[in-house]
């Protein structure tokens, strides 16, 4: 069983910057692959980013590239999504979450942090 729990959140104006992290416990994560999604009011729960177990592999949603950067410390049980150059369309509620394939489909992870609020204010 996995744990997740991220932080960093908050509130931020447009084309300001958060590191939001993913503090897993219960068992290693270095095992899993590890994703970023994101839920704003009233929609469905979106794609952010990937990064594979070792961290050499990444891939990310259209809507992010060269803005998010995900990242991952085996050894500190954490992942991180940097957030730079924010927009109102970022507001969401972000999650972390774990599970044996890289891919960009919710239901394929098969542990959830709670998720926390990302609000970009203009």
């Known amino acids: 069983q996995v744990q997740l729990v991220e932080s960093g959140g908050g509130l931020v104006q447009v084309g300001g910057s958060l590191r939001l992290s993913c503090t897993a416990s219960?068992?290693?994560?270095?095992?899993?692959?590890m994703g970023w999604f994101r839920q704003a009011p009233g929609e469905e729960r979106e794609f952010v980013a990937t990064?594979?177990?070792?961290?050499?592999?990444?891939y990310y949603d259209d809507t992010v590239i060269g803005r998010f950067t995900i990242s991952r410390d085996n050894a500190k049980n954490t992942v991180y999504l940097q957030m730079n150059s924010l927009k109102p369309e970022d507001t969401a509620v972000y999650f972390c979450?774990?599970?044996?394939?890289?891919?960009?489909?919710?239901?394929?992870?098969?542990?959830w942090g709670q998720g926390i609020q990302v609000t970009v204010s203009s």
């Open positions: 990064i594979s177990g070792s961290g050499t592999n990444t």
């Open positions: 219960g068992r290693s994560t270095s095992t899993y692959h």
């Open positions: 979450a774990a599970g044996p394939v890289m891919v960009m489909v919710a239901r394929r992870y098969d542990y």
